[in-house]
């Protein structure tokens, strides 16, 4: 039996976050990066993936509705956990019913604040400042079928100095999703393991 965790990166953007789990789990021999899927056909992630030589998917919207072409792909892969990095789209049922408990997202603010459609990226960030906060930070949480409503693993906060701007507090929670992502993976990867 393969005791190995099998994990596919769903991407829509730039892919900072697949590159930098990628690389904290590159030489894992229990826990690898088996493949990314992508929403965008133009994604950069999609250039990082080539120059990691990591298998990906491009898929649209009705890809992702009708479960076969998606789940026969994950199946080729041998697939068993999701991490969403940077990924928009709501997951489906289908696809949260056949991963149940082992699926993850990470959210650019202390949910439940800031959460729900619409509240990604640099939109989370502008409605954080807009609002005064005195902090934010990151969220790992479980995907269920709503936004940011799975329940929650970890959150790491971060102070909002009167100085900050939107983008200099994007790169403040980015520096805690590079950091803290990876390691919460990790560690729901070993308690997978321990399930085989």
């Known amino acids: 039996m393969d005791r190995t965790v099998k994990i596919a990166l769903l991407a829509s953007g730039s892919g900072t976050n697949v590159e930098n789990i990628y690389n904290y789990f590159k030489g894992n021999n229990q826990i690898k990066i088996s493949c990314i899927l992508c929403n965008k056909p133009d994604a950069y992630v999609l250039k990082r993936a080539a120059g990691l030589s990591i298998d990906f998917l491009v898929f649209n919207r009705e890809d992702f509705s009708n479960s076969d072409t998606i789940l026969t792909y994950l199946e080729s892969k041998n697939v068993n956990f999701i991490v969403l990095a940077g990924f928009l789209w709501l997951i489906p049922g289908w696809l949260t019913a056949k991963f149940p408990g082992r699926i993850i997202n990470i959210h650019p603010a202390l949910l439940p604040k800031y959460g729900g459609k619409g509240m990604y990226g640099d939109n989370v960030h502008k409605a954080v400042f807009e609002n005064h906060e005195t902090e934010t930070g990151i969220t790992v949480h479980m995907v269920n079928d709503k936004y940011d409503e799975g329940h929650i693993i970890f959150q790491k906060s971060v102070k909002i100095d009167s ?34």
């Open 163 to 196: 100085n900050d701007t939107p983008d200099s507090i994007a790169c403040k929670v980015h520096e805690l999703e590079y950091k803290y992502y990876p390691t919460i993976i990790e560690k729901i990867a070993v308690n997978l393991l321990n399930e085989f």
